[in-house]
């Protein structure tokens, strides 16, 4: 899912001034500044204050950040399972508890103004494939991407691994002419 202006729903911890807009400025007090009460985009405090906001909600509505990942809400009730992934303003929600995603999709909505985008098939460089077996996680796209990028693409692939020591290149151990490559 995605949070329209996600980072206007922030709310700032802390007081922050800024010049008054171009276009805008006042013609009675050209010098004075603007006390922001919300966040704006392009703030530097925008993300983390819209972080605050998101996992405020999230709290409330029963969902623990993990130990492991301050971004990962789980949700753990009667053995069954909830979770959610931000990632700045999209949120990747799964489970196996169907009626709490959906509660959870439908108190989003009523606080935050929601966009569905569907299955979940790429998230960050990541392409996620559902089969009859399970979901498996690929980055064909990627790969072909950096062999494009290094004019890596026509070469032939080789089934067995390299030998153990081989010598990659005569540069070996020593200061590359042109690091920019690597």
Not at 59 to 79: E, H, P, W
Not at 152 to 157: I, V
């Amino acid at each position: 899912m995605d949070v329209k202006n996600a980072f206007l729903h922030g709310e700032l911890d802390r007081e922050i001034y800024m010049n008054q807009p171009m276009g805008f400025q006042s013609q009675s007090h050209p010098k004075y500044v603007c006390k922001l009460r919300k966040a704006l985009y392009g703030l530097k405090q925008a993300p983390r204050a819209w972080y605050g906001k998101i996992a405020e909600f999230l709290t409330q509505s029963g969902y623990s950040v993990t130990l492991v990942d301050s971004s990962l809400f789980v949700k753990a009730n009667g053995g069954k399972l909830a979770i959610v992934l931000v990632y700045v303003d999209d949120l990747i929600i799964t489970r196996d508890d169907v009626e709490e995603i959906c509660r959870t999709k439908e108190n989003l909505s009523v606080r935050f103004e929601m966009k569905e985008l569907g299955q979940l098939k790429h998230f960050l460089g990541l392409e996620v494939d559902r089969t009859h077996e399970g979901i498996f996680l690929y980055q064909q796209k990627y790969a072909k991407d950096l062999l494009k990028k290094f004019r890596m693409l026509e070469y032939k692939p080789i089934s067995t691994p390299m030998e153990p020591n081989a010598k990659m290149c005569e540069h070996e151990g020593k200061d590359l002419k042109d690091a920019i490559m690597y």
